[in-house]
């Protein structure tokens, strides 16, 4: 009786720590069911290929990001109220919290996975996350920057980035200020895209004055490029996915 009774306790635990291995491998699935270890943080930055039309071609290239690839947008993550991950961002409608899975799920690759490369400042500037979440919370609500020009208390996406790191490390740019332009680099004549845009809005084309973009930010020597979600256009002999920085 004494085998038995080994032989059912044996057997319960197995099922328990298969059940326990079932869970463990539910709750690390990622976007789209694909499996992984990676787990994003608050103050992550989240760089996007959106495929958005002409104004995005026009955006990716004129701007080189991390290892080539091309980056039309960027948003940075955070906590609500729950305790869930959103992405603060500024876009077309105004700075605003969107849920994780809506961002992911925006542009997507050939393989179906999301077209989203993850930033994580490094060590010296980490202990400036908590104060530029709370000035990006603060931002929420703040129109959206039409005219893509600086210090004018609204935004487009790279800008509040570069604004809220800014204000963090008193008055002290974390990322770089870099000339604009419009202007498409085999013609060297502004884009027709562009163009029609600043006609539409009546404002004049801010070429050579000083602005931010998704690329440069992801190029900073302030950031670490960690994860790849899927394979961006633009990457450099398709290089492997970054490993996931360690602490």
């Not at 740019?173 to 600043?198: E, G, N």
Request: glycine letters at 6%; a neutral charge; hydrophobic letters at 35%.
């Amino acid at each position: 009786m004494n085998l038995i009774h080994r032989a059912l306790r044996i057997k319960k635990l197995n099922i328990t720590l298969l059940t326990i291995g079932l869970l463990a491998v539910g709750c690390s699935q990622s976007i789209r069911g694909k499996t992984n270890s990676f787990v994003l943080k608050e103050g992550d930055l989240l760089f996007q290929d959106l495929d958005c039309g002409p104004i995005c071609d026009a955006i990716e290239k004129v701007t080189i990001g991390y290892h080539g690839a091309n980056f039309s947008h960027v948003g940075i993550t955070a906590k609500d109220d729950n305790d869930n991950l959103v992405v603060i961002e500024a876009l077309s409608n105004g700075v605003q919290a969107t849920q994780l899975k809506d961002f992911l799920n925006r542009s997507f690759d050939a393989n179906h996975q999301p077209k989203v490369v993850v930033g994580r400042l490094k060590h010296p500037f980490r202990h400036l996350i908590p104060l530029a979440l709370k000035q990006a919370a603060a931002l929420k609500g703040k129109p959206y920057d039409k005219e893509f020009v600086i210090n004018n208390e609204v935004y487009y996406c790279s800008e509040l980035i570069y604004e809220i790191f800014l204000r963090a490390n008193d008055n002290n740019p974390v990322f770089t200020l870099q000339p604009m332009t419009f202007k498409d680099p085999d013609t060297k004549t502004t884009f027709p895209a562009w163009q029609k845009y600043f006609s539409k809005l009546g404002a004049p084309i801010p070429e050579s004055k000083p602005g931010i973009n998704p690329g440069s930010i992801s190029r900073s020597p302030a950031l670490t490029i960690i994860y790849a979600y899927g394979t961006l256009s633009g990457w450099e002999n398709e290089p492997e996915r970054p490993p996931v920085e360690k602490d």
